[in-house]
């Protein structure tokens, strides 16, 4: 979490704000796949992509 909200202040402090949603989407979706390996919830997250 600490790399994340770097990359955040990273962003504000060179005004790349319009960046925040893309890198933000594309946390959940990583947490998302790294929690559903090996779960029950696996078929319904795969079924997504």
């Known amino acids: ?3 994340f909200f770097e ?3 990273f962003l504000k402090v060179r005004k790349k704000l319009w960046l925040a949603p893309i890198v933000i989407i594309l946390f959940i979706f990583g ?3 790294i929690l559903a390996q090996g779960s029950v ?3 319904f997250v795969y079924t997504l992509f």
């Open 1 to 3: 979490m600490k790399i």
């Open 31 to 33: 947490s998302l796949l």
């Open 41 to 43: 919830f696996a078929p």
């Open 7 to 9: 990359l955040l202040k």
